[in-house]
Each structure stands twice: as structure tokens, then as C-alpha cells.
Nanobody, 120 residues
Framework: VQLQASGGGLVQPGGSLRLSCAASGSIGDINFMGWYRQAPGKQRELVAAITDGGSTNYRDSVKGRFTISRDNAKNTVYLQMNSLKPEDTAVYYC???????????????WGQGTQITVSS
């Protein structure tokens, strides 16, 4: 199983970016998909998550600015980030908890990080 993230970059404060993360491989079903971030010198933190039923969860600092969504047919999760602030600067990682074929073993997987820098 691989998670391939894309969409990072440099943006000015107040700008927008959209991250994508596609899961591929012998996937049975995906229970949870989420985005984490890690700023220099800080611990990795959950930014937003979405379950297979569509329930979402956000950290307080991004509520109203970020939107997580998923396309189950494409095994892809998205993070639309609006009104970006300098404090959103970090490496963003996607994560998925899924069951693999053929044994339907559940495990967690990480994508490669993608850098987001919010600066004027």
C-alpha cells in the first residue's frame, strides 16, 4: 500500500491550497483518512480527519478555514485550505487506516510529507 500526497507549496497569508492524497495497492476498505502536520521543533499533530461514513473532525485552529473530503471510489482524501496563516507552515502528512487484501488486516499507513509555507 502506498499513499501519494501532492499539492504543497509556498503561498501568501490569506491564500489557499489544496492537498490530495491517493492510496493505492491491495486495499480492501479504508476506515479513516486524515491529515497531520509537523512544524520544526514541534510534535506531529492531527489537522483534520474523515471516516468512511463521512464524519469529520478538525483541530480548533483550522475550523472554518480547512475542509477535508474524500472520494471513496478513488481512495483519495483532500484538504482544502483557505485563509492560510503563517502558523500553518509545516510539513503535512496524510494518514490512512485501512484493511488490505486478501486477509483484511487493518493497519495504518503514512504518505510522504509535503511542505506548506505561508509567507509574504
Amino acid at each position: 500500500v502506498q499513499l501519494q500526497a501532492s499539492g504543497g507549496g509556498l503561498v501568501q497569508p490569506g491564500g489557499s491550497l489544496r492537498l490530495s492524497c491517493a492510496a493505492s495497492g491491495s486495499i480492501g476498505d479504508i476506515n479513516f483518512m486524515g491529515w497531520y502536520r509537523q512544524a520544526p521543533g514541534k510534535q506531529r499533530e492531527l489537522v483534520a480527519a474523515i471516516t468512511d461514513g463521512g464524519s469529520t473532525n478538525y483541530r480548533d485552529s483550522v475550523k472554518g478555514r480547512f475542509t477535508i473530503s474524500r472520494d471513496n471510489a478513488k481512495n483519495t482524501v483532500y484538504l482544502q485550505m483557505n485563509s492560510l496563516k503563517p502558523e500553518d507552515t509545516a510539513v503535512y502528512y496524510c494518514n490512512a487506516v485501512l484493511r488490505t487484501l486478501p486477509l483484511l488486516r487493518r493497519d495504518g499507513y503514512w504518505g510522504q510529507g509535503t511542505q506548506i509555507t505561508v509567507s509574504s
